[in-house]
């Protein structure tokens, strides 16, 4: 069972960075796809942005330009720096990895932005 423990949220003001981090319990050289997704008040979850194992990227619309997604294979994280943070940026962050056929989430780490 791979557990997924994320970090870094909190408050903060609109126009400032925050740095997300994704620990994983197990050798993320053994994952495929990793991501992260938000989830605000009242809607659905959402993907924010994706590496695969072979370090391809995606990002959502809203993301571009602002965020920046990486792993470690070293330190088994995954992490995304968000830059020129906006209000709607606002909600639950959750770390996601595909390992195997299994998916797997962390608990969340609720992210503020105050405008």
């Known amino acids: 069972q791979v557990q997924l423990v994320e970090s870094g949220g909190g408050l903060v003001q609109a126009g400032g960075s925050l740095r997300l981090s994704c620990e994983a319990s197990?050798?993320?050289?053994?994952?495929?796809?990793m991501a992260w997704y938000r989830q605000a008040p009242g809607n659905q979850r959402e993907l924010v942005a994706r590496i695969n194992d072979v370090g391809r990227i995606n990002y959502a619309d809203s993301a571009k330009g602002r965020f920046t997604i990486s792993r470690d294979g070293g330190l088994n994280t995954m992490d995304l720096h968000m830059n020129d943070l906006k209000s709607e940026d606002t909600g639950v962050y959750y770390c996601n990895a595909n390992v195997l056929s299994d998916n797997y989430w962390g608990q969340g780490t609720q992210v503020t932005v105050s405008s």
């Open positions: 197990d050798n993320i050289f053994n994952f495929g796809a």
